[in-house]
């Protein structure tokens, strides 16, 4: 399932305790369990308590995510949808569905990938088919000169972005103009007073909905961090005049699934030359946690990256939890992975500037650190897409006087500054590859008040790497990535799955997250 890992304000405090709390005791039973390959069956569902005294067994070597052969031992006629990973785009996915009595759900071709549904305990046969890479649950997925002298939010300010829009010099001089951001999220409300100009996009690839519309309002939120452009200029975004395009992939109560999220990843690669789409914001993130080798979602987004295309995502809300960023596409080591930063509302005050307490950091499971960055995403106020929104109903305390705009809080907020950040970049030097970007955005951050020596997450400062972007000097402008190994789930002379000892040994199996969607608010003002 997909978490929508950034954001406090809708989904308040007090509702992720519950949800913590309903699913703790499932926790503590799960981790004791899967810390050994050799399981009692006294799992967190209900169908564990019929295995009595048998024992589960998780093999490693099998290309079948742990979850998955849990399930298949525990409750083995349940029937699920998984994400299969072919080994080459030739293979017919339906000869791999027939062999194991699956149906075939949906096909993402940019990934060789395919959605099945199918009884759990057959998912050992489709582990053993030649042709498939790896089996993964489809869990839920967790979303010219400007007047400055109205402006009443501080985070534009604060990463030096109001530097670049009135920079008297026409190299650094951006506003995002030409330059389109794809936001995979709830939905966006294009008639909203933020987006004036009327060149926002929307498109809804859900198979639940039949509109475009933001009925739970996250995407609009984030929507206007990057572009939002108000009449008044009491609310402008990083980059307001970029276009941005709204893809939906949940419903309008934030339901949806990891091959939504796929879906919209396609559609964004089907159309990044069509849009020129140089950006995507992803506020969330799934809700099982797995390498980023064997990840569906993380071979989209390394996919994306590889074609031009800069991701960005939320780190999420877990704090310094064992399993904080070990979450796709967070984990993912090509993305660029954004934590919050709590900038005390003061525009150029950095003193006062302090990490969020819920913001996600951490090693993942394959041992890269994350986050890459850190912006401002607390209190960060912006466009709200109605007053009926799930999240206005939620929080009625944090809407603005206008009713229009809200407050909200969390790394979902943090991660648009960066994408806007983005956009201004690829306006002024619109060569810049991925991996070069997010170079200058790291090699040009700015340490904040207590930042540890041990943690290189730096908050973004966008006035230095759009100057070095324009005169990167001598040695030109470095690579962030070079000698990653890209997403492949799989060593192709052994087939054995790459996982770590880190990630089996604090593996648990979360029913809440496995059964339901949810965008990862907090409410910390």
């Not at 029937?79 to 293979?91: G, H, M, N, Q």
């Not at 995403?377 to 999240?391: E, H, Q, Y």
């Not at 973004?460 to 759009?466: F, G, H, Q, R």
Request: with cysteine; hydrophobic share 35%.
């Amino acid at each position: 399932m997909l978490v929508k890992r950034g954001h406090t304000g809708p989904e308040t405090t007090s509702i992720r305790r519950v949800m913590m709390r309903q699913s703790h005791t499932a926790r503590l039973v799960a981790l004791a369990l899967l810390s050994t390959t050799a399981l009692s069956a006294a799992g967190p569902t209900a169908g564990a308590a019929s295995l009595q005294s048998s024992r589960v067994h998780l093999d490693p070597s099998l290309p079948v995510h742990p979850a998955l052969q849990y399930g298949a031992q525990v409750e083995p006629d349940k029937k699920v949808r998984v994400i299969v990973r072919k080994t080459s785009p030739d293979v017919d996915v339906r000869d791999v569905a027939q062999g194991s009595g699956a149906t075939v759900e949906e096909e993402f071709p940019f990934i060789s990938s395919a959605v099945l549904e199918v009884a759990q305990r057959a998912v050992f046969g489709l582990g053993h088919d030649p042709h498939v890479r790896y089996v993964s649950p489809d869990s839920g997925v967790q979303h010219h000169s400007i007047d400055t002298s109205h402006l009443t939010t501080t985070y534009e300010a604060g990463v030096q972005a109001t530097n670049i829009w009135n920079s008297t010099s026409s190299s650094t001089q951006a506003t995002g103009n030409g330059i389109t951001v794809a936001v995979v999220d709830t939905g966006l409300d294009t008639s909203h007073p933020d987006f004036p100009a009327g060149k926002e996009l929307a498109v809804n690839l859900t198979n639940t909905s039949t509109t475009t519309a933001d009925g739970h309002g996250h995407g609009t939120h984030v929507a206007g961090i990057i572009a939002a452009r108000n009449p008044s200029g009491q609310y402008l975004g990083v980059a307001p005049d970029a276009r941005v395009i709204g893809v939906k992939i949940s419903d309008d109560s934030g339901n949806a699934h990891e091959s939504d999220m796929l879906r919209g990843l396609q559609w964004v690669y089907d159309n990044r030359a069509t849009y020129n789409i140089r950006a995507v914001n992803i506020s969330s993130a799934v809700g099982t946690a797995e390498s980023y080798k064997t990840s569906a979602v993380d071979a989209a987004v390394e996919q994306l990256w590889l074609n031009g295309i800069t991701v960005v995502v939320a780190a999420g809300n877990r704090g310094t939890a064992a399993d904080a960023v070990s979450y796709a596409p967070a984990n993912d080591p090509y993305v660029i992975t954004v934590g919050c930063l709590d900038d005390n509302v003061t525009a150029t005050t950095y003193t006062d500037d302090s990490l969020c307490t819920f913001s996600s950091r951490g090693t993942t499971q394959d041992g890269y650190a994350k986050p890459d960055l850190v912006a401002p995403g607390r209190k960060i106020v912006s466009s709200l897409a109605s007053t009926s929104a799930v999240l206005a109903q939620q929080l009625p305390s944090h809407m603005s006087a206008d009713g229009v705009h809200m407050r909200l809080s969390g790394t979902s907020m943090a991660a648009p500054v960066v994408t806007g950040t983005v956009a201004l970049l690829l306006q002024r030097v619109p060569s810049l590859t991925p991996n070069q970007i997010k170079w200058l955005l790291q090699s040009n951050s700015r340490l904040y008040p207590g930042q540890s020596s041990r943690d290189p997450a730096g908050e973004v400062n966008a006035w230095p790497a759009m100057s070095t972007a324009v005169n990167p000097g001598p040695k030109g402008i470095l690579s962030a990535n070079s000698g990653l190994v890209p997403n492949n789930g799989i060593n192709p002379t052994t087939k054995t799955v790459q996982w770590g000892t880190y990630y089996w040994d604090t593996y648990h199996w979360d029913t809440y997250y496995w059964d339901t969607y949810h965008w990862d608010v907090t409410s910390y003002d």
